[in-house]
T-cell receptor, first 112, second 113 residues
Framework: SQKIEQNSEALNIQEGKTATLTCNYTNYSPAYLQWYRQDPGRGPVFLLLIRENEKEKRKERLKVTFDTTLKQSLFHITASQPADSATYLC???????????FGSGTRLSIRP | SQTIHQWPATLVQPVGSPLSLECTVEGTSNPNLYWYRQAAGRGLQLLFY??????ISSEVPQNLSASRPQDRQFILSSKKLLLSDSGFYLCAWSVHGREETQYFGPGTRLLVL
């Protein structure tokens, strides 16, 4: 079955540094991979989508890479701020079943 | 712009009692609608999805059911709650043909005692 793993349950970094979160998947080649942000007690919010034929996508301080050979996506937040502290979810689009598979998330904490 | 509402925000129910959670979407027509459950520290588990009024697909066998009586209304129900039904329930919508991106509601925290 399709499996998606976010390697770190939690990540703690200093304000101003770049945060890098990892997402690995197995048994499938998704057409799309996405990243969502979830704050405590709230629903996830869509951040970025990257297609299988795209290597990299940027949005302000966010950057996502997608390596279909390694079956991995990296999510970077540059110049991190305490307001970036949240749980970040990776999700892949399983087109044959028409559904999204979510990872369990990485809890990111940015300390001042 | 589109808005998605869920209520109640928090619910404490005894085992064996019924459940009704409601989700409504504004600002769009004919959305795909979804119910997810998120256990603490776990990923999102898809429970039901609907592509139109009265059309419900169930992802996992369970104690819950869903209904879509109107285009932008999605209801999650149970006749008798179990302890294992506790969790954070999220409703989401997507555009037809753009199902890969979903927009989530604020969620309902359910505690079954």
């Amino acid at each position: 079955s399709q499996k998606i793993e976010q390697n770190s349950e939690a990540l703690n970094i200093q304000e101003g540094k770049t945060a890098t979160l990892t997402c690995n998947y197995t048994n499938y080649s998704p057409a799309y991979l996405q990243w969502y942000r979830q704050d405590p007690g709230r629903g996830p919010v869509f951040l970025l989508l990257i297609r299988e034929n795209e290597k990299e996508k940027r949005k302000e301080r966010l950057k996502v890479t997608f390596d279909t050979t390694l079956k991995q996506s990296l999510f970077h937040i540059t110049a991190s701020q305490p307001a970036d502290s949240a749980t970040y979810l990776c999700a892949l689009w399983w087109s044959s079943a028409s559904k999204i598979i979510f990872g369990s998330g990485t809890r990111l904490s940015i300390r001042p | 712009s589109q808005t998605i509402h869920q209520w109640p925000a928090t619910l404490v129910q005894p085992v064996g009692s019924p459940l009704s959670l409601e989700c409504t979407v504004e600002g769009t027509s004919n959305p795909n609608l979804y119910w997810y459950r998120q256990a603490a520290g776990r990923g999102l588990q898809l429970l039901f999805y609907s592509v139109g009024i009265g059309q419900i697909s169930s992802e996992v066998p369970q104690n819950l059911s869903a209904s879509r009586p109107q285009d932008r209304q999605f209801i999650l129900s149970s006749k008798k709650l179990l302890l294992s039904d506790s969790g954070f329930y999220l409703c989401a919508w997507s555009v037809h043909g753009r199902e890969e991106t979903q927009y989530f509601g604020p969620g309902t925290r359910l505690l079954v005692l």
